[in-house]
């Protein structure tokens, strides 16, 4: 598929993703209301999958499939498949599933369309659209390569941002293993002095869209997988925030993601860099 035809989908695959993002967050909102069971759980006993994650995987799953049939398939609770289209939706049916089960509203269904692979790593594909609705917060974001952000239709652009780091408010996640959060804690310890404050919001997705409103200043988190932060890069990205691994020549990817105001960004990663121990990378 060449550039130019790609760009010409530009304006549907962003309407798709927006349509199916409210349809989907209406439908994870409503099983809300009416009760949440553990259907598993993944990488540790914390890692829960709630049916409301299947069965929101399984509907965009179906939609895609009518809509976009040639289209590839990469979520989160549910197998891959492969694109004939050079198109492949990148889905995470509740991002905050943790949040979602014990009744907090930071969850949201993300929805990115991307060439490339996106279950190569390190990241190999390129993010067209970007789609990340939270039913309980009421904002829907959205983003097309090179076009811009929106919160509710309203465009997004970062504003002044802080002056250096000891203004600015950072964001994080942690692993569901607990091994893995103490190395997570090391390099807390040694960020938490020289920033303004810290906030875990618990949805990487909405830290990302944070970061695009202005409402952080940065955001940092070791070992994401890609339906986490697919479209909520592509979102901070087209507000004018720096998306990048732990160089700010590194792509953002599975080891580490680091997005902020070019304002900070890179004293950040500097200091994540002195930080962090290899064995999160």
């Known amino acids: 598929m060449t550039n130019s035809s790609i760009h010409d989908q530009l304006p549907e695959l962003l309407r798709i993703a927006s349509e199916l993002g409210a349809e989907a967050g209406e439908l994870i909102a409503t099983r809300r209301r009416e009760g949440i069971s553990v259907a598993a759980t993944k990488s540790s006993s914390v890692d829960v999958v709630t049916e409301a994650d299947r069965e929101c995987e399984a509907f965009l799953r179906a939609r895609l499939a009518e809509l976009r049939p040639d289209d590839g398939f990469f979520g989160e609770e549910s197998d891959a498949t ?30 990115a369309a991307v060439t490339g692979d996106p279950s190569i790593q390190p990241t190999e594909f390129e993010i067209l659209v970007g789609a990340v609705v939270s039913p309980e917060l009421g904002a829907t974001y959205t983003a097309v390569a090179g076009g811009g952000a929106w919160r509710n239709g309203e465009p997004l652009q970062l504003g002044a941002g802080p002056e250096d780091l000891a ?3 950072v964001a994080t996640g942690f692993s569901y293993t607990a091994a893995r959060r103490e190395l997570q804690a090391q390099a807390l310890l040694n ?91």
Request: charged share 20%.
């Open 82 to 111: 492969a694109t004939r289209s050079g198109i492949t939706w990148v889905v995470d049916p509740i991002d905050g599933t943790v949040n979602y089960l014990y009744g907090l509203p930071s969850y949201a269904v993300s929805i």
């Open 191 to 281: 960020v938490i002095g020289k920033v303004r404050d810290l906030r875990r919001i618990g949805a990487a997705s909405l830290d990302l869209c944070a970061v695009a409103t202005g409402q952080i200043d940065a955001y940092y988190e070791f070992g994401l997988s890609q339906w986490d932060w697919a479209a909520g890069a592509l979102i901070a990205k087209e507000a004018g925030a720096s998306v990048s691994g732990l160089d700010l020549e590194q792509r953002e990817g599975r080891s580490s993601l680091v997005a902020g105001h070019p304002r900070i960004a890179a004293q950040l990663v500097d200091l994540l860099s002195e930080v962090t121990p290899q064995d999160l990378l």
């Open 167 to 169: 203004r600015t408010l």
